[in-house]
């Protein structure tokens, strides 16, 4: 079992940021990425991006590249959405997900955390 805990979410105007952090605990070990995916209202959900657990490959959306960046501090089990520019269609519920064994195999999610994007 993977547990996720995510935080930082919160209301912005139109071109600020927000950093989202969410922290693994458990058996982090089967972990091979780490993905963050997002649910706008109304809308299905979204593919943000991911890193890999070990190594520095990330993989993002396109309509996120250039202004998010997913990083990884492994000492603290954490994993880092840095929100830049951000947009009223950026809007949504946040969530971290674990892909254990392989890639896109999210079986572990977070809770989720608000974003909301003011115009």
């Known amino acids: 079992q993977v547990r996720l805990v995510e935080s930082g ?3 912005v105007q139109a071109g600020g940021s927000l950093r989202l952090s969410c922290q693994a605990s458990g058996s982090t070990i089967i972990v091979v990425a780490m993905g963050w995916i997002r ?3 109304g809308k299905e ?3 943000v991006g991911a890193i890999r657990w070990s190594g520095d490959t990330t993989y993002y959306a396109d309509s ?3 202004r998010f960046t997913i990083s990884r501090d492994n000492a603290k089990n954490t994993v880092y959405l ?3 520019s951000l947009q009223p269609e950026d809007t949504g519920v946040y969530y971290c997900a674990a892909s254990p064994y392989r890639l896109d195999n999210y079986a572990y999610w977070g809770q989720g955390t608000q974003v ?3 115009s």
């Open 116 to 118: 909301t994007v003011s």
């Open 9 to 11: 979410g919160g209301l």
């Open 39 to 41: 649910r706008a209202p």
């Open 64 to 66: 996120v590249k250039g």
């Open 45 to 47: 959900r979204e593919f």
């Open 82 to 84: 840095q929100m830049n």
